[in-house]
Structure formats: structure tokens, C-alpha cells
């Protein structure tokens, strides 16, 4: 890595951003292409944002890849090649690097750089941003592509820190490999991160202990190297493959094609005919196998039945099965997509702790404290998620008008227009903020979309602004009471006007 720059106090951007993950990335591109000057500040010394950090072992999209990439240049949709159904980290990380070196991005980022700060000043109405290396920036735009799953969540266990072992965050892991071999794992959590890197964790560890609050729901992803005749199909029509995944709810998947009919008035047999179907197809397809799966909840309880069969055959040990079983509602939260995480739990080496309902009693200096025991561990691997939506945007002390803090603004939980916009912050975008489809979504596209729509948006800006001057409603309406009141001033001998002879 080359020395950092020094630090800059430039006062001419016309765009700051705020971080370099997929969403930064391709804001600095537009706002050159429209000629705008732009700086990215980004905390991590490379691209790439959740496949950067998130390097822990089975970390893969579970979007399918001809899906999950931009498209805002069909060049680069054309010439870049996949290998799986489903693009593991490193590939996705070279994709970020490759888009990075491909439109010369890295020029204007300044890495290892975290913004600390920004506020917008009222009487120049514009954005001034500060970071922890010294820079003191501005610029009349500020977004902040700061990410929805950037903030790593690390619940303040009793005893955090205690451990003599090593401790990993799925979040935030090592940039070299880290070797569980011969190793007491323990891991913490059980969402979309643990479910992917249990079965490889496995594979390596002595022992492996999990440590569950909440069962979640998690589909086979029967990922396998991508077909080349597939491949191939979709670059004959990417445009139309685009536009018709963007119709969808979550803007992926228009190529599975699902009967549009409701569970409630399929009979047993074709319950089970189609939940077969989208689990021998494997991903995210499985909640949509009927129209009304997520709207009526007898018709969710269907398909959580026949998920809870597919666990109860696939766990040996009865009692492990029905803990893996979740009862929440399927579909509330993202479901999950796994290569052979429940048939890890048949390994003799791998055991499933319920934590409910005292949660990790302790972490100690030998291990982990949990339903009462004490497990004795090598490794604790945190798989605890994010501060999601608004970790990082409230991790920035962001000050709007009158110096309203965003912490203060959303003290009663985030309100934003559109998910793009804060009353009180003016010229302050957010991409995937709450309030838009964002994380539920297919969530390149929504950030293309919201790029575009900021892009039109300061566009138009410019065309219909005077630089610099302050946007308000100039002549007054009506004009009867207008003249009724300047005469009602000149009866009263100008009361009000300051008149010098
Ligand atoms: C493990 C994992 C798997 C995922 N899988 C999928 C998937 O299959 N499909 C899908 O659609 N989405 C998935 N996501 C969501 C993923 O976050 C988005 O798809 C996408 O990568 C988000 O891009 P982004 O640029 O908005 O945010 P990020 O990629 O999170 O980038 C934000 C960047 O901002 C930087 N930053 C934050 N705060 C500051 C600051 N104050 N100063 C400087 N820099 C800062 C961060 O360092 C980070 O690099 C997954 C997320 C995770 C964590």
C-alpha cells in the first residue's frame, strides 16, 4: 500500500460521498460523467465495502450472479464472467476491484480515511465534512453510501474481551485465512453469516459448539459452476433480463417461473409438488413457490410445515431438529441460503446450544458461558450480524439546519423521504436508507436506481437553480390583498419601513 495522502482542505467538491462499497463506487462514477468534482472518502484501504470485510469462510451472494452486478455499463456486463450460480466473496471483491480499475475510480477515494463529521452550513448551503486523518472537506452534495450492513454488531456480552483465545467478527474478518484446524470453535449466532461458514468451519475444527437464540429459515442453494449456455442466453438480452427482474418484488429472480395461485386452494399433493420443486431448484425462489405465502398467514404456515419436515429429515438427533426449527413467520425476515448447513449438525464433532431464554451468560477466559455450562474453546467466532440502516449513517455526527443532529432527528426511529432524503438535512442523500426497498431487495439494483434518481436529482437542480442561492418561494400570492395591505401601510404613515431621508 502506497503512503496516504496528506490531508486535504479542499472547500471546491461538488459532491462528497461517503464510503466505497458498490453504492459509493458508482456515485463517483456518475457524478463524473456529469462533471461533477467528487470525493469519496472510504475507512477500509480497498473496495468493495461488504465484500471487502466480510471475508469469512463460505461469505457468498445469495443472488445469483448473472443478477447480482451492475448495469449501468453493458460493456462491463458483457465481458465480465462469472463462475458460479452463486458468486463467492473473492469473486465479487475482484468484480468491485475490477469495476474500480475499469472507470479509474481509485483517484478520487481516498482510503483508510473514516468521516468523522458533517455539517451543513446554512449561510454558504454547503456540506462541511471532516475525518479522522485531518480532512476538513465541502461540498454542496454530501451522500452517504455508508452501507446497510457495514456496522458490526457486537452485543456487550458480560465479560467481552476476557477471552485468552482467539475471537473473530464475521463482519469485520482477518484479510489472510485463518485456520481452524485441530481447533474448539465456538460460534456465536446463527443468521445468513453463521449459516454460511458453519459447514466450513466444520470441516476444519475438532470441535464445534453453536451457540442459537433464533432458529432461522435457510434454503438449500444448490449452487454449482455457472451453465455457459446460460450465461450466454442472458448476454444475448441482458437489457430485457434486466428490466424484467426489475418488475419483481425483490428485483431478482423473474426467470423462475412460479404459478401465480394460492396455497389455501391447492390441495396437500400440490403443496408438496411445488415447495419440492423450489427446494430441488435451491435460493431465495422457495417463498414465492405460492401467491399468497406472504400475505395470509395460514397460507405461511403451509410452507413452514414443509420446511420443518425438510429439517426434522435432514437432522439425525430429534431434539437438535426441532430446535433448528424456527417459528417465526417465514419471509419476515430475509431467508437464508445454505450449502449443507443442517446436515452439519449430523457430524459427531458439532453441537447446537439453545441459548433462549438467558442469552451468553458470560464470555470467560476459557470460552463461553451459555445454558449454564461452560464450554472450553480455542476460537469464538461472533456471527452477531449488523447495527442494520442506521449503525453507520448515526456512527457520523451529521448536523442539518440549525444544527439538528441526525441522531436527534431519528430519535423516534428513522423518517426519511423516499429513503434518499432528511427533512432538516438539505442536499444530504442516503442510498438504500431506510424507508426504501434497500435490503429486501436484489440490492445492486436499488442502489443503481437510487444513484440514477440522485444524479437526475442534481441535475435538475442545476438547470433550475442559481448556484449557491438559496432555494425559497420569492413573490407573494394574490394580488387584491397584496394592495389592500400596502395601502393599509402608506395610511398609517409607513408604519415598519425603515426610510432614511
Ligand atoms: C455477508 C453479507 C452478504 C450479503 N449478501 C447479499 C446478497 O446476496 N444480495 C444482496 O442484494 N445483498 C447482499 N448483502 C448486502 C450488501 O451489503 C449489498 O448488496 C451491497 O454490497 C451494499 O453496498 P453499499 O455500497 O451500499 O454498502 P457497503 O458495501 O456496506 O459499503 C459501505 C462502505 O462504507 C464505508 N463506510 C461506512 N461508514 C464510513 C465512514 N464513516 N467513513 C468512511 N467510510 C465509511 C464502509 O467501510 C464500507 O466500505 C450482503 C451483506 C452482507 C454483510
Not at 485468552?164 to 469485520?172: L, P, R, V, W
Request: with cysteine.
Amino acid at each position: 500500500m502506497s503512503a496516504l495522502p496528506q490531508p486535504e482542505t479542499d472547500i471546491g467538491f461538488d459532491l462528497i460521498i461517503v464510503g466505497a462499497g458498490f453504492a459509493g463506487m458508482y456515485m463517483l462514477h456518475k457524478a463524473r460523467g456529469m462533471g461533477l468534482r467528487a470525493r469519496v472518502f472510504e475507512a477500509g484501504d480497498g473496495v468493495g465495502g461488504t465484500w471487502y470485510w466480510n471475508r469469512y469462510p463460505g461469505a457468498r451472494c445469495d443472488v445469483e450472479s448473472m443478477e447480482y452486478s451492475y448495469q449501468f455499463s453493458d460493456d462491463l456486463q458483457q465481458d465480465w464472467r462469472w463462475t458460479e450460480r452463486f458468486a463467492p466473496q473473492p469473486e465479487i471483491l475482484r468484480y468491485a476491484n475490477h469495476v474500480a480499475d475499469r472507470f479509474d475510480l481509485r483517484a478520487d477515494i481516498r482510503f483508510e480515511t473514516r468521516v468523522l463529521s458533517a455539517q451543513f452550513e446554512e449561510s454558504s448551503a454547503r456540506w462541511t465534512v471532516r475525518t479522522d486523518r485531518g480532512d476538513v472537506v465541502t461540498g454542496q452534495y454530501l451522500v452517504m453510501a455508508t452501507g446497510c450492513l457495514s456496522s458490526t454488531n457486537m452485543p456487550a456480552f458480560p465479560g467481552l474481551g476476557s477471552f485468552k483465545g482467539q475471537s473473530y467478527h464475521t463482519g469485520a474478518w482477518p484479510h489472510e485465512p485463518v485456520d481452524f484446524t485441530g481447533k474448539r470453535v465456538g460460534v456465536i449466532g446463527t443468521g445468513s453469516s453463521a449459516i454460511q461458514s458453519i459447514p466450513i468451519i466444520a470441516e476444519q475444527a475438532s470441535e464445534l459448539v453453536v451457540f442459537q437464540r433464533t432458529a432461522n429459515y435457510s434454503v438449500p442453494a444448490r449452487n454449482a459452476p455457472l451453465d455457459p449456455g446460460y450465461e450466454a442466453e442472458v448476454k444475448a438480452e441482458y437489457t430485457a433480463f434486466r428490466e424484467r427482474n426489475s418488475q419483481m418484488m425483490g428485483a431478482l429472480g423473474a426467470r423462475i417461473q412460479v404459478p401465480d395461485r394460492p396455497a389455501l386452494s391447492a390441495t396437500p399433493e400440490q403443496h408438496r409438488q411445488e415447495f419440492d420443486k423450489a427446494w430441488e431448484r435451491g435460493g431465495l425462489g422457495f417463498q414465492r413457490s405460492f401467491n399468497d405465502l406472504m400475505i395470509d398467514s395460514r397460507a405461511n404456515e403451509i410452507a413452514k410445515s414443509y420446511v420443518h419436515e425438510r429439517i426434522r429429515a435432514m437432522v439425525k438427533d430429534p431434539a437438535t431438529a426441532e430446535l433448528l426449527c424456527p417459528t417465526a413467520v417465514l419471509g419476515c425476515k430475509r431467508m437464508c441460503v445454505d450449502s449443507g448447513y443442517f446436515d452439519t449438525f449430523n457430524l459427531p464433532h458439532v453441537k447446537l446450544v439453545d441459548i433462549r431464554p438467558k442469552g451468553i451468560e458470560a464470555i470467560t477466559p476459557t470460552g463461553v458461558r451459555a445454558a449454564g455450562q461452560d464450554f472450553a474453546l480455542d476460537a469464538i467466532v461472533y456471527a452477531t450480524g449488523f447495527d442494520a440502516m442506521t449503525g453507520s449513517l448515526l456512527k457520523v455526527d451529521i448536523r442539518g439546519r440549525d444544527g439538528l443532529r441526525l441522531a436527534d432527528a431519528w430519535s423516534a426511529g428513522p423518517r426519511t423521504y423516499l429513503g434518499l432524503n432528511v427533512a432538516g438535512f438539505p442536499n444530504l442523500f442516503t442510498i438504500s436508507g431506510p424507508g426504501s426497498p434497500s435490503v429486501l431487495t436484489n440490492m445492486i439494483v436499488s442502489i443503481e436506481q437510487h444513484v440514477n434518481w440522485i444524479g437526475g436529482c442534481i441535475d435538475w437542480m442545476r438547470a433550475n437553480n442559481v448556484p449557491g442561492k438559496t432555494r425559497v418561494f420569492m413573490p407573494l400570492l394574490g394580488f387584491p390583498p397584496y394592495v389592500e395591505r400596502c395601502n393599509q401601510v402608506a395610511a398609517s404613515g409607513y408604519e415598519g419601513f425603515e426610510l432614511r431621508a
